[in-house]
T-cell receptor
Framework: AQSVSQHNHHVILSEAASLELGCNYSYGGTVNLFWYVQYPGQHLQLLLKYFSGDPLVKGIKGFEAEFIKSKFSFNLRKPSVQWSDTAEYFCAVNEAGTGANNLFFGTGTRLTVIP | NAGVMQNPRHLVRRRGQEARLRCSPMKGHSHVYWYRQLPEEGLKFMVYLQKENIIDESGMPKERFSAEFPKEGPSILRIQQVVRGDSAAYFC?????????????FGPGTRLTVT
């Protein structure tokens, strides 16, 4: 079965520090890849997505992610975090090759940004 | 544009009672997905529905759980004879179409507590 791994459970950074959150998946076929963010008390919102094309994807709020097929990875990055980025971040994978529509989620990474 | 609506936001049930969770998709969306998030875990896919059809229920527990998406009205996730292990956050998502993968928009979730 598909598995999605987010190795960092809780990350604490100071404002202006750079961020990289890891995401690895197991499915060997064609994938669609997503990062969702959940701010405290709010619902999941899409940060960015990759379907095909340029493996470097830019999302909202200065986030970007890079798809490295050979490493089965889709890491999320931001060069300079802000206090308002404090949230939980979820990586999600769709097995595009199977035609299925459901998403497989990682367990999430909680980011705390200290002012 | 109203987003995905879920109600109730919080639901408390005693063991053995029934829980009904409702989801109204975004306007123009005809596909609904239910996910469950157990404490300290990522979201797990449960079921995917279109109007009046269950497309994929591979993530649904075999007993006590059912889902519907009638021609009129919201999608309903029903849990009969709830047990403590059903305590979780239940998220609904909707998308415009399937085939070519369309991104899923998530509701705020229903937090079910079984006492």
């Amino acid at each position: 079965a598909q598995s999605v791994s987010q190795h960092n459970h809780h990350v604490i950074l100071s404002e202006a520090a750079s961020l990289e959150l890891g995401c690895n998946y197991s499915y060997g076929g064609t994938v669609n890849l997503f990062w969702y963010v959940q701010y405290p008390g709010q619902h999941l919102q899409l940060l960015l997505k990759y379907f095909s094309g340029d493996p470097l994807v830019k999302g909202i709020k200065g986030f970007e992610a890079e798809f490295i097929k050979s490493k089965f990875s889709f890491n999320l990055r931001k060069p300079s975090v802000q206090w308002s980025d404090t949230a939980e971040y979820f990586c999600a994978v769709n097995e595009a090759g199977t035609g299925a529509n459901n998403l497989f989620f990682g367990t999430g990474t909680r980011l705390t940004v200290i002012p | 544009n109203a987003g995905v609506m879920q109600n109730p936001r919080h639901l408390v049930r005693r063991r053995g009672q029934e829980a009904r969770l409702r989801c109204s998709p975004m306007k123009g969306h005809s596909h609904v997905y239910w996910y469950r998030q157990l404490p300290e875990e990522g979201l797990k896919f449960m079921v995917y529905l279109q109007k009046e059809n269950i497309i994929d229920e591979s993530g649904m527990p075999k007993e006590r759980f059912s889902a519907e998406f009638p021609k009129e009205g919201p999608s309903i996730l029903r849990i009969q004879q709830v047990v403590r292990g059903d305590s979780a956050a239940y998220f609904c998502a909707s998308s415009r179409e399937s085939g070519l993968f369309y991104e899923q928009y998530f509701g705020p979730g229903t937090r079910l507590t079984v006492t």
